[in-house]
């Protein structure tokens, strides 16, 4: 039967899943290296390899590989265009030919990191028997991703970006340069700016020194759920401001879309788990227009593995049904 293998790739964590039959059978993770593409590649290769040491299968067992990416790519030849968070992609390389080469020429298939994450809950996780639903990926950013009557939606390609609707007019800046969105309260990376604005004004925190007791270099969703964990007045504030403007985004999706459900992932969703994504339900819900009949609000079953596993998908031509 044949194997297929995705690749989650962050700016933070390289991941990949080994799939055979939908089921998860090998998996390996290393951190990002920062030394440019080259390096990535070589990182992504190694996590392939763990992931089929766990499975004692080869290279060239693999019959697919699937990436999901964190920026712009050109399907057709395979190769990335930019990356924000990435660094050494910021210029045009062929990263699906260096890695069919490393994998006996399996065929490689790219797609956004976010919907490859979508994909994986929606097939293989929370998001299993429901037809219309978002994902949305708190972490670094604020991504997101639809599913409607069925099919994951494209758009133009731009489709499901929760992460910037607006929740504050002429608000804190945001990743994308703009004012108010939701990511410049709830993306880590903001949260995290914010933080060192206020340590300069003078206001305490743990949350710094935590992060060096882990050995982080960013405020990573570990450090906030250890200085909730302390009740850090900081990280306290960050967090209610972060779940104020989920409520306010997430109930104006659902007042236009009608949701089954809505599945809360990523790294913050993740690590602080049903407490959090509980908070976010109950602050929807002042703002939802059909009160009585609200969207389930489910965290991740996957975890950090859905963006793996729904690359894994991707790769084996699953889910491949898409609406425009
Ligand atoms: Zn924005």
Same mark, same amino acid.
């Given at each position: ?122 097939? *293989?996780? @929370? ?5 219309? /639903?978002?994902? !949305?990926? &708190? =972490?670094? #950013?604020? %991504?997101?991703? +639809? ?102 985004? *997430?109930? @104006? ?5 009608? /949701?089954?459900? !809505?599945? &809360? =992932?990523? #790294?913050? %969703?993740?690590? +602080? ?52």
């Amino acid at each position: 039967v044949a194997i297929v293998v995705g690749v989650d790739l962050g700016g933070t964590k390289v991941q990949s899943a080994l799939v055979q039959s939908r089921k998860v059978i090998g998996q390996g993770r290393v951190r990002t290296p920062s030394g440019g593409a080259d390096e990535v590649v070589e990182a992504i290769l190694g996590t392939i390899d763990i992931a089929l040491g766990e499975s004692k299968a080869k290279r060239s067992d693999i019959s697919a590989v699937g990436i999901g990416f964190p920026g712009q790519f050109d399907a057709s030849s395979g190769d990335t265009l930019g990356a924000v968070n990435l660094k050494g992609f910021q210029e045009r390389y062929p990263l699906s030919r260096k890695i069919s080469k490393a994998i006996a020429g399996a065929p490689v298939a790219l797609d956004n990191d976010v919907r490859a994450a979508l994909l994986g809950e929606y097939q *293989l996780g @929370s998001g299993r028997g429901f037809k219309n /639903l978002l994902g !949305i990926f &708190v =972490g670094t #950013g604020v %991504g997101g991703g +639809l599913v409607l009557d069925g099919r994951v939606r494209h758009g133009r390609g731009a489709s499901g970006e929760v992460g910037h609707t607006v929740v504050m007019d002429r608000g804190l800046e945001c990743g994308c340069g703009r004012l108010g969105c939701l990511e410049a309260y709830a993306g880590r990376g903001r949260m995290e700016v914010r933080a060192r604005q206020m340590v300069e004004k003078g206001e305490k925190t743990i949350l710094f020194e935590i992060m060096k007791k882990k050995d982080r270099d960013r405020l990573t969703s570990g450090v906030f759920a250890a200085a909730l964990d302390a009740d850090d007045r900081m990280a306290r504030r960050l967090i209610d401001d972060a779940v104020w403007a989920l409520g306010i985004s *997430l109930a @104006s999706v659902q007042n236009i879309l009608d /949701l089954e459900a !809505i599945i &809360v =992932g990523g #790294g913050l %969703g993740d690590r +602080l788990g049903a407490p959090f994504v509980k908070r976010v339900a109950e602050a929807m819900q002042p703002h939802l227009f059909i009160s009585q009949n609200p969207p389930e609000l489910l965290n991740t079953t996957l975890g950090d593995l859905s963006g793996a596993v729904g690359a894994a998908l991707l790769a084996a031509g699953e889910g491949l049904e898409v609406s425009s």
